[in-house]
């Protein structure tokens, strides 16, 4: 991507670097009567100017130029950049005065990019036979609540950008398909665990799916993806042919998250991403929650090592009773009234631990087992 945006704004704004003396300034023409200015366009530097962002939301200007300059800073340039051509024929170099109309057609391309591979996805055509039927659909967190009533809030929670979804129909009953596009790959897991049937096995389908006779689901890259089939009879078929083509058209990680293996494995029940408080603890803010025959275990990634020594910090004066364990870099266990024997540590930026577990040296010994499965930081 950043090869092609970097092609692109060459293609857009190369020139022959010229010897002679500077342009005189351009003098704007008055309007003939009866005629007006066209209006401010894209690659107009108004600060009146707005775009319809990917998500449906009303963007202003100001953002505009706030996207300009942090892509930019990521290909090594700043707004003021153009590319020349050198005397000699070789490769260009940079100067100053990139023009903003060659900038906002490259930000529109790049930003219209998720959207088309989320419609890509919500295809009735996917497989041979099925037609749309009805307008297609587009929620954002600040409408998902019409469609899903009640549910919503959980995918808000998860981390929501927007949902594509289309209806479709053939001789053989209909079919929905829902496009969920969340922050990041482990958001679009997160869901998937939230939603799928605990007593059936997770398919290999992307980072994992699930056909089932009327319902089918899959996660892969930052996209999660919910299909119903009415009626049952045979809405798995149909159900399976979707879902496969659909995974093919989205790009992004198809494996699960890596702390999944960082678990011990015996006795594991589920792992889940729990999007706020985990354990119950307003603290541990994100996390993924392994839940066993007895106790369950976490882990937390902060931003750095220090944010997560000042949380475990936290977290001690939480539970006063708590003595030092030697677990990672730093851990305490305790024996407490609700979440019985637990110890928490840290290692590195990461803030994991045992907890639910009959005393605190149970807990500890467990813990050590975790840690020693996280990489270090």
Known sequence: MRLLAVWL??????RSVRTSSPRPARVK????????????SLCDNSTNLSFRGAAGDEESCTALKTFRARFLASLGMTVGTRFHRDSQ???????TGLPICALSLL???LAVAPVARALDVADCHLVAGWEQRGARRHYTPDNLFEYLNGSAEG???????QMQGVTCRSKRGSTTI???EMNDADSAYGVFTANLDPQMPIEKLGMGGQVLPRRALFCKGKYYVELAASPEKGGATALRAFA?????????????PAALSWFPTAKLASVRLIPESVLGLRLLKRGFVAHYEQGQAFVVMEESKGSAAAVLGQLRQRFAEGVPAHVADEAFQADDQYLGGLCMFRKGRYIGGFANMPDAQAA????ATLAAHIPGM
């Open 9 to 14: 704004a060459k293609l857009l704004t190369i």
């Open 29 to 40: 023409k008055a309007p003939a009567p009866g005629h007006a200015f066209p209006q401010a």
């Open 89 to 95: 024929g070789g490769a260009g170099r940079a100067s």
């Open 107 to 109: 930000f529109v391309v």
């Open 155 to 161: 995918y808000i929670l998860y981390g929501l950008v």
């Open 178 to 180: 829902d496009v969920f």
């Open 244 to 256: 496969a083509e659909a995974e093919k058209r989205i790009t992004g990680r198809s494996t699960p």
């Open 364 to 367: 500890t010994a467990q813990a």
